[in-house]
Nanobody
Framework: QVQLVESGGGLVQAGGSLRLSCAAS????????MGWFRQAPGKEREFVAT????????YYAGSVKGRFTISRDNAKNMVYLQMNSLKPEDTAVYYC???????????????WGQGTQVTVSS
């Protein structure tokens, strides 16, 4: 089991940027495919982005492709989500996740973080 702690959320105006960080402990993330998910009020949790454990290839939800970038630093046991050109519809709690399948979808997640709130004002 790996413990995940997200940070970097906050309030930002539409068009702005935020960088989320996910700090892992307990095990090295080099063993895991990693991902970011989000959940808006009244909606189900949805996939945002994932990154492969071996090659760092990435895959994005259509709604964020071209605006968000997922990356990982195995040496630091960290995963990041750079979010640019933010829109009000990006408002949600963002969760870091670890699993053993790429692309990492919700049903393949073994460990979740506690989430960090991102609010985008119009």
């Amino acid at each position: 089991q790996v413990q995940l702690v997200e940070s970097g959320g906050g309030l930002v105006q539409a068009g702005g940027s935020l960088r989320l960080s996910c700090a892992a402990s307990g095990r090295t993330i080099s063993r895991y495919d990693m991902g970011w998910f989000r959940q808006a009020p009244g909606k189900e949790r949805e996939f945002v982005a994932t990154i492969d454990r071996l090659t760092s290839r990435t895959y994005y939800a259509g709604s964020v492709k071209g605006r968000f970038t997922i990356s990982r630093d195995n040496a630091k046991n960290m995963v990041y989500l750079q979010m640019n050109s933010l829109k009000p519809e990006d408002t949600a709690v963002y969760y870091c996740a670890a699993g053993d399948r790429y692309p990492l979808l919700s049903r393949s997640v073994d460990d979740w973080g506690q989430g960090t709130q991102v609010t985008v004002s119009s």
